[in-house]
C-alpha cells in the first residue's frame, strides 16, 4: 500500500472525516469538508437499562430480551417487534449469529437467546440458525448463510485498538493474524469476501459491561470493566463501532482524569470509512437514538 497506508492524511479528512475522538486518539486535526445541511445520516440505537444486571453482574434475561426488541424497533421506526425483526430476517434465510467467545467477555449467553428467539419467530428454521465464533469456517450453516447477525462486547484490544463489529469478521479468514499490519487497519476487507459480503443484516455491540482499557494480547482486569448496562445496534458497523469507540474513549478520560488515547490507535474504523466505504465513521453523519437509563450516558 501507498506511503499513506500509517496515517490518515488531510485530503481523507477532507474525503470523509471522522470523529473528534479518533482524530484526538491518532494525534491528528478534526476536520469536516461537508456542510451539515447536506448530511445524510446513517443510525444507531442506544438502549439502557440499570436492572439488566444484579449486583453479582448475572444478566436478567427478561429484560435484555425487552432491550434487544426495543432497540430494533426504533432502529426500523416499528412499533412492533416482530415486525421489525421480519424487515431483517425471512422466512428462507439462512442465518449465523456470529458471537464472540473471548474468555474474559464473552458475548452473554442471555442475548445470543434473545437473537436466536427472534430469529425463530420470523420463520426460520432451528436447522437453519446456527450461534458460532471460531469454527465459522467449518460450518455449513455460516459458509451457506444468506443472513448474518454480528453481536459481540466491546473492549479495547492489543492489535487493533479495540475489539468492535468490525473485527468480529477476522474468524472469517484461516489466518487472521494476516491483518494485524498496521494495527489491523485493513479490517473492512473481511466484509467484502464472499462468505460475509452484503449478508449482514444487524450489528449489535455490546455494553453491558465493556472493558476501556488493557495492556498485552489477553490482558484482562475487572478493574478496567464498568458497567454501562447497554447494547448499541444497527445495520453500519462502522457507525456502531464508531460510537463504541467515543464511549470507550469519553470512559478514559473520565477515569484517568485526562485524555488518554487508545493504543495503538484504532483507525480500522476510519478506514472502514474512507478507504473501503463500508460506512460512516464520522459522528455528525450519525443519528444516535437514546432510550432508556440516562445516568452517565457519556454521549
Keep these: 500500500m501507498e506511503d499513506t497506508k500509517s496515517s490518515i492524511n488531510r485530503r481523507d479528512f477532507l474525503r470523509g472525516a471522522t470523529y473528534a475522538g479518533l482524530a484526538m486518539s491518532m494525534g491528528l486535526p478534526f476536520e469536516f469538508g461537508i456542510a451539515q445541511d447536506e448530511i445524510k445520516k446513517t443510525r444507531v440505537v442506544l438502549i439502557r437499562d440499570k436492572g439488566v444486571l444484579d449486583g453479582k453482574g448475572n444478566i436478567n434475561a427478561d429484560i435484555i430480551s425487552r432491550m434487544l426488541d426495543e432497540a430494533i424497533s426504533a432502529l426500523l421506526d416499528t412499533e412492533n417487534p416482530l415486525k421489525a425483526w421480519k424487515q431483517l430476517i425471512k422466512p428462507d434465510d439462512i442465518v449465523g449469529i456470529k458471537s464472540n467467545v473471548w474468555s474474559h467477555l464473552p458475548t452473554p449467553d442471555e442475548i445470543e ?6 430469529v425463530r419467530d420470523t ?10 465464533d471460531r469454527s465459522v469456517l467449518d460450518s455449513e450453516i455460516f459458509l451457506n448463510s444468506t443472513a448474518l447477525i454480528n453481536v459481540r462486547p466491546l473492549k479495547t484490544h492489543h492489535w487493533s485498538g479495540i475489539g468492535g463489529c468490525l473485527k468480529n469478521y477476522i474468524m472469517f479468514v484461516p489466518q487472521p493474524s494476516d491483518y494485524h499490519d498496521n494495527s489491523c487497519a485493513d479490517l473492512a476487507t473481511l466484509w467484502k469476501l464472499p462468505v460475509v459480503k452484503n449478508k449482514t443484516r444487524l450489528n449489535i455491540l455490546v455494553l453491558l459491561t465493556p472493558l476501556f482499557y488493557g495492556v498485552g494480547p489477553h490482558h484482562f482486569d ?13 445495520t453500519d458497523p462502522v457507525a456502531v463501532d464508531s460510537v463504541g469507540l467515543y464511549l470507550l474513549e469519553k470512559k478514559r478520560e473520565a477515569y484517568f482524569d485526562e485524555p488518554k488515547p487508545i493504543l495503538p490507535p484504532p483507525h480500522h474504523v476510519a478506514y472502514a470509512d474512507i478507504r473501503h466505504n463500508l460506512g460512516i465513521s464520522d459522528l455528525k453523519k450519525i443519528e444516535i437514538v437514546k432510550l432508556g437509563w440516562q445516568k452517565d450516558i457519556l454521549i
Design 113 to 118: 437467546q434473545a437473537i436466536y428467539n427472534r
Design 222 to 234: 475487572s478493574t478496567y470493566s464498568w458497567e454501562y448496562k447497554g447494547i448499541l445496534v444497527g
Design 123 to 132: 420463520g426460520v428454521s432451528g436447522k437453519n440458525i446456527e450461534i458460532d
